[in-house]
């Protein structure tokens, strides 16, 4: 047997020989393969290695591995062919991956050599080899069998070195090491055969050592000296960053289902207030059919006492033409009795009536006093609003009250296509109060936000949402031609929420303090937002 020191120079003599070949090998596995590499190797007894570097294997050189199940030793078994002469086995953990991972093993699979070297120690002889996988399962790919940059901290070594495995090309790992070099002292690099502490097969590995020799102390330092060159942290800090992440994610999933449950807490409340407020709506609308009822009887009542009184009027006159005191008082009487029964007449055309109203009237007229007969008259306007359509709605608020309103084309138009809206009672109250006590409260100096007092937090707003009006869809749609300028109505009145023009209505509008005058430049369907 040839000395070691002579065995020593050798290898490095056929390294040094081998590294055209090396660069002839990796071209022969990227031309035969565009999938994965495996890499892994041969060991012998330092003894042995004259005897195998006599066979005359050299870098590059085809191999062959087939799966061996009936070993009796370990069903697991890969044997490794050169020349179709067996000359060993994969090792047990590798064996283990290869026969459970690479079908192709069990009729034969390509292999290349890739290598020839010692271990660190002196005590064996490696054969170096890269095997070509078509198509890496899923495991394989999880455990290492990946050409993607990768690398971590090898935890199986011991603590007085700090040993760093890398997965990725030969030209990476070639970076990484100089990067390291120019902190470090890089005391052993090359191929890496063994499954690091999470199971993972990486290909290269690196030891690196501080100027007195031992590991460095900082893992972070190092860490943030790779992570500035590649950009990728370490497969720990990866795992450790993505378990911080799902437990983030568990925590906002968590807030999203509490907000859901309070979300539908409120959905069933708003549900029984809507069938509260169906039910109300519901008696209002059958005390108004009584009211009309009660309106009809009274006309009747008052007709049959028109009627009376102007026989009694017949008779006074053909007795007595000279009681002409008495006649005038009578006619009095009369006059008050036709104011009444005029009154009652419109209340009765109001609510639906169509009785014709007597000319002579001879009972006493109903003392009311003045706020009384407009608030009656303003509900008796109301109920009759609930079967009109928008744009009557606006010309009867316009004509009531001339001086308080600008209405603009836009807002006619829009009251035209919201046509089929059935809310007119609500819509004629947000009108009426608009000319009266938004108008008036303006005229005294307030400022907008009084709108809040006249109509109420639910039916008005003073601006929309901020996402609103930064939409530049959303802002176009609230611009309207106003004195030859186009000027943006954000404040709003609001009727309904639902998608439905038939029950959702609101009334965009401006205070001009010049003219002292509401205009309006929508009144009809809700205007679009972004995302709905």
Not at 117 to 124: H, I, K, V
Not at 390 to 405: A, G, H, K, Q, T
């Amino acid at each position: 047997m040839a000395p070691k020191g002579n065995l020593f120079r050798g290898l490095r003599d056929l390294e040094a020989a081998g590294s055209a070949e090396r660069q002839a090998a990796r071209r022969l596995r990227q031309q035969q393969n565009t999938g994965e590499i495996l890499q892994t190797f041969l060991a012998y007894r330092l003894a042995d290695a004259p005897e195998k570097m006599a066979l005359g294997i050299a870098i590059g050189d085809p191999l062959l591995l087939r799966h061996e199940p009936d070993n009796p030793w370990d069903p697991n078994a890969v044997k490794v062919f050169w020349q179709e002469q067996w000359i060993g086995y994969i090792p047990k953990d590798m064996a283990e991956l290869i026969a459970a991972e690479v079908p192709d093993v069990a009729t034969g699979l390509a292999a290349v050599v890739t290598g020839l070297s010692t271990t660190s120690r002196r005590d064996a002889f490696r054969l170096q080899i890269s095997i070509p996988i078509e198509k890496a399962s899923r495991r394989l790919k999880e455990l290492g069998v990946n050409s993607a940059f990768a690398w971590d901290f090898d935890r199986t070594s011991g603590a007085d070195k700090m040993r760093l495995v890398i997965s990725g090309t030969e030209t990476a790992f070639r970076e990484l090491q100089q990067l390291l070099s120019q902190a470090y002292d890089v005391s052993k690099c090359g191929y890496s055969y063994y499954p690091t502490q999470d199971g993972r097969h990486y290909p290269w590995y690196l030891s690196l050592t501080d100027s007195t020799g031992r590991a460095p102390a900082d893992e972070a330092a190092v860490e943030q000296l790779i992570r500035s060159q590649f950009g990728l942290p370490s497969e720990t800090s990866r795992q450790r960053e993505r378990k911080e992440r799902l437990e983030e994610l568990e925590r906002k999933q968590e807030e999203i289902s509490q907000r859901l449950a309070a979300t539908r807490a409120d959905e069933a409340r708003l549900r029984r207030e809507l069938e509260n407020s169906r039910q109300q709506q519901q008696k209002r609308t059958e005390q108004a059919e009584d009211q009309k009822d009660l309106a009809k009887a009274e006309a009747e009542k008052l007709a049959q006492a028109l009627s009376i009184a102007k026989q009694e009027l017949d008779l006074a006159i053909k007795e007595n033409d000279g009681l002409t005191l008495e006649r005038e008082e009578l006619e009095n009487s009369l006059a008050l009795k036709q104011e009444e029964l005029d009154f009652f007449y419109e209340l009765s055309d109001g609510v639906g009536g169509g009785l014709e109203a007597p000319s002579v009237l001879t009972s006493a007229a109903a003392q009311e006093t003045e706020e009384a007969l407009t608030d009656r008259l303003l509900d008796v306007l109301q109920k009759t609003a609930a079967g009109l359509k928008p744009r009557r709605i606006l010309e009867l608020v316009e004509e009531l009250c001339p001086e308080s309103f600008v209405v603009l084309d836009s807002a006619w138009k829009s009251a035209d296509e919201a046509a089929g809206f059935e809310q007119g009672d609500r819509l004629f109250q947000r009108l009426w109060r608009l000319a009266t006590g938004y108008r008036e409260a303006r005229l005294a100096g307030q400022p907008d936000v009084v709108g809040i007092q006249v109509f109420g937090a639910n039916a008005f707003a003073a601006r929309e949402s901020d996402g609103i009006e930064k939409s530049p869809t959303a802002r176009r749609a609230r611009t309207f031609s106003y004195r030859g300028e186009e000027v943006v109505m954000w404040q709003h009145l609001k009727i309904g929420v639902k998608d439905s023009v038939n029950r959702t209505l609101r009334v965009h509008f401006l205070w001009d303090p010049e003219a002292g005058r509401v205009v309006i430049g929508h009144c009809g369907k809700h205007l679009p937002v972004p995302g709905h």
